[in-house]
C-alpha cells in the first residue's frame, strides 16, 4: 500500500496526534533480531528499540507465546503454574526483601499501583520525581511527568528535583559536592510537602534516569537521597521499566549498581518481548498491607500466556549470554562514541550504561548549552542511512540509542560508520 | 503438581490476597471452546468467561497471534497497516458520529483515557455512576468503585447515583414514573456537582449495568439521563467492557438498544479473546481536543500483533454467526431459567441480554429482600458438578452467567439440568 495513503487513512482512523518517528514515517513490516524492514524491503539496523528485548520475533519467544495461547489463556482467579513459577523465578533476580510480585500489562499500570500502594502505607501523598520525568499516561502517573504531561501543572502532590547530573553539575557546587547537593534538594522536597500539610508518600526514579537523558548522577548520590527518603517514612519506587532486564549488563536492574534497596521496583517495555506485560517487585509486607486495603484484580495480567512469554524471555537472556553481551558489545560502542567525541566538537558529553547510550550534543563544550535542531537532523539522515535511533532530553539536543540485547560487534561497527558520516556531513 | 502446594508457592510468591474463585480452588491447565479442564482431568463447561469470547484458544486467533508475532510486534510510532485496519473495522460498528479509535491495553487504562478526555473537555471534574459501579482498579478509575473501593471513600469528584433496577423499584414511586426517577437522580447529582464548584464532566456507565446484577433499566431511563448529561455540557460515556462486541445479541454495543449515542466508548475484556488488548471509541473531535492537550502514547497498545488479534475475533464474531448465536442460544437460556423460577420460590428474578444472564435469589418473592449466602453455595455445588458459574451484585445474591459466545443448545440443556438439580438440593 502507498505509504502517503495508509498516513492519510491512519489520521482518519486514529487522529493526526498518534505520535510517529521521523520527518518521512517509516512503515516497517518485518522484524528479526536487531532488523526490521520497511515496505520497500529496505533493511534496517534498530538501535533504538529496547521493547523487543532478546531481538524482534525471537523464535524462542515467539514459540512459548504459541504454545501457551493454544493451550491456555485465562486469568488468576484459577490456579495455574505459570504465573507462580514466573513469579518465584523473577523475585528471585532481586535483594531477597523483595519477595513478591504483582503483574500488571503496562509500565502505567505497574507505576499506577507503586503510586496507591506508597500513598497508602504512608497515609501521605507526596511523590518526588526528577523535573523531567515520565513515567507514564494514567491521571495519577502523568501527575509525575512535571515537564510536559498537563496533568503535572496543577498537581500539588508531586514535587520535581532537578535532574542529579554530574555532566553539567550546578554553579558555584564543586563535583566532589554534587551528591550532597542533590540529595539535600530530596530532603527540602520532603520538608516543603510536610509542611504544607500533603506529606510525604515516596521518591520515584528511574535507577538509569533514562528519559532525562541517561545522566550519570553523582556517585552517592543515590544512597544519600534514598536513606534521607527512608528516614522521613517515605518509600522508594525504582521505576525499571526501561533499565530493568540486563539493559546495563553488569546487573539485572539498574538500581543494583547504586548500593540501594528499593521498597518497590515497577517493571514493563521488555518484559514480554512486545507482548503487554508489566509487574511490581514489592515488599511482602506491603504488598499484604496493599491487599487488605484494596482488592487488586486485573483480568489480563499474569494470565498463562504473558507467564510463559516472560518466562521465555529470561530464558533467552540467561542462555545466549545477553547480560554479558551487554557489556562487551556495549563497551565496543562506548569507545567508539568516544572516539567520534575526540572528533566532533558538538559531541559534549558521551554517556554508556550497557547497551544504552547518549551523546549530549551542544554548543560549545565549555559552556555546555544545549545545541538546537541537530539531534532531529541527525536521527533523520541515520534513518536515511538506515540505521534507528533517537532523541531524548527536556532540549531535544541527546541521542538516544538502545538496541535489541543481541547487538554485536559488526553493528556496532555499522552503527559507528554512519553516526560518523553523519556528523561528518553536517 | 499438588493443588495444595501451588496454591501454597503462590501464598508465597504473589500474596494471599490476589483473588481465587471457588472454596476449593480450580486448577486449570487446557482450555477449548466453552470447555476448561483440570489438572485431574476434569472437564468443566465455562458459563463464566466473557474474556474468552469466541471461545477457549479458538484456533483461528491463536493462528493470527502466532502468524503476525513471528513477522513483526512494534508500537505504533511506525506506520503498519494492522492498526489502521483493525481502527477502521471497528469504528464501522459505531454510530457515524464515534469516528476515531485510540488503543490501551486493558479495561482501566480505556477507562483513564475517557476520563481525561472528559475531564478536559469539559474543564470540570464530576463523574456520575452508579453507586454499585466498578470500572478498573487504577486511582482515578477506582474512585468511580463507590461501594468498596477504598479510593473511593475520600473522594469528591464522583456520585454515585441508586441503581436504576425495575425489578426492586423504589417505595412511593409508581413503575411507569421510575425512568424519570432515575433520571432525575442524574439531574440532581449535575447540579449538586456544580453547587459543589467541582463541576460536571460526564456520566459514566455499563449499560447493561453488569456488576451491578445486569439489571433491567426502567425503560426510557437512559434517553432521559443522557439528554440531562448533554443539557449539562457533559458527556456521555459507555463502558462496554463487559457488554461489548455482540454480547447480547441483537447489536454490536450495548448501548445500541437504548437510543442513545455515547460521546466516548471503551472497550476491553472480549477484544482480544485474552489477549490484553482495549481501546477507545469517541468523537473525532473530542480526540483532537485531547490529543493537542496531552500526548498519548502507549509502548504496547496497537502493535500489530494485538491489532492482529483483534481483527480475528471480529471475523469469527461474524463469519460463525456468534451475534446470532447469542439470540438463539440467548433466549433457550432465558426460557429454561424462567421454568426454573417457576419451580424454585428462592428465584425472585431471571434476566437476559443474548448470553448473559442473572438470577437474583431473594429470601421472598413480595419483599425482594437479598438472599444471604446460597449464591455461593450454588456457584460451588455446579462447580463439582463440572459448570462453572459466579455471583455479583453488593449482596452477593446474584448469579452471573455469560459464556463465551459459540455457547449451544447442548451448552444450555447442561447448565439447566445443573442448576436445577443444585437448585432442588438446597
Known sequence: MNKHELLARRHKALGSHSPLFYEEPLHLVKGQGVWVWDASGKRYLDVYNNVPHVGHCHPRVVEALCSQASVLNTHTRYLHENIVNYAERLTSLFDSSLATAMFACTGSEANEQALRMARHHTGKQGIIVTDSAYHGNTEAVSELGTEFMPDAVTTKRVKGIPIPDSYKGVEGVAPEDLADHYATCVKLAIEEFE???IGFAGLLLCPEFANEGLVNVPPGFMEKAVTHVHQ?????????????????????????GENVVPDIVTLGKPMGNGHPLSGVIVRADLLDEFGQWSMYFNTFAGNPVSCAVGMAVLDVLEEEQLLQNSVQTGAIVAQGLRKLQNRHEIIGDVRDKGLFFAMELVEDRNSKAPLAGVAGRIINMMCKKGVLISKIGRNDNILKMRPPMPFNKDNAEQLLQALDECFSAL
Chains 1, 2 share one sequence.
Do not use: K, P
Open 232 to 256: 522521613a517514612g517515605g518509600l522508594f519506587i525504582a521505576d525499571e521499566v526501561q533499565g530493568g532486564f540486563g539493559r546495563t549488563g553488569y546487573h539485572w536492574w539498574s538500581h543494583q
Open 195 to 197: 509542611e504544607e500539610g
